[in-house]
């Protein structure tokens, strides 16, 4: 069975400071996964997947994530954060069937202080 | 471009009330998901459905069920509410074999069962 951990319930970080939240999977297989970003009273909007090749991905709003293989982890990162990436954050692993189920995990709440 | 719309963005019911969430999208999907998220587990999932009449039992089924009448619609039921049900609502869509597709999710509802 999938299964994801975010080890970091709460991450605060100064504007301008660098960010990683943290993703472990479990997965049997090459897994698809996935980081979402929820604004407050929003629903999820997807920042970048992974799917195969390349192992760093680029999203939007400057994100980047890495998978690998070896740590079973895909972590986030971002040079530099904004007060606007307050937010929390989604790590996701999908299944590669036709009925793609995700597995999320608990989730990173992200405070950006000035 | 993508839309996943949920009936409302806040319910509040009372205990022992039947509860509908309407979820619609409008990408043709043949899959479409409802989830809660509460503090802490991160986004669980309640049903599925694969197509029009179709559905299957998530991770947390019990005290809901689901209708699927048309494509685009996929409704939560709450038989009767129960003050553990508030929560926030999440549904979301995919295209069927589309392994590496990511789900589109509506804006949430929440819920506030008195």
């Known amino acids: 069975a999938q299964s994801v951990t975010q080890p970091d319930i709460h991450i605060t970080v100064s504007e301008g400071a660098s960010l990683e939240l943290r993703c472990n999977y479990s997965y049997g297989a090459t897994p698809y996964l996935f980081w979402y970003v929820q604004s407050p009273g929003q629903g999820l909007q997807l920042l970048l997947k992974?799917?195969?090749?390349?192992?760093l991905v680029q999203g939007i709003k400057g994100f980047e994530a890495e998978f690998k293989r070896s740590q079973s982890s895909f972590n986030l990162r971002k040079p530099s954060v904004h007060w606007s990436d307050a937010a929390e954050y989604f790590c996701a692993v999908g299944a590669a069937d036709s009925w793609g189920k995700f597995q999320f995990g608990a989730g990173t709440q992200v405070v950006v202080t000035p | 471009d993508v839309k996943v719309t949920q009936s409302s963005r806040y319910l509040v019911k009372r205990t022992g009330e039947k509860v509908f969430l309407e979820c619609v999208q409008d990408m043709d999907h043949e899959n479409m998901f409802w989830y809660r998220q509460d503090p802490g587990l991160g986004l669980r999932l309640i049903y599925f459905s694969y197509d029009v009449k179709m559905k299957e039992k998530g991770d947390i089924p019990e005290g809901y069920s689901v209708s699927r009448e048309k494509k685009e619609r996929f409704s939560l039921i709450l038989e009767s509410a129960s003050t553990n049900q508030t929560s926030m609502y999440l549904c979301?869509?995919?295209?069927?074999?589309?392994?590496?597709?990511?789900?589109?999710f509506g804006p949430g509802t929440r819920l506030l069962v008195l």
């Open positions: 992974y799917f195969s090749g390349d192992t």
């Open positions: 979301a869509s995919r295209k069927r074999l589309a392994g590496r597709e990511t789900q589109y």
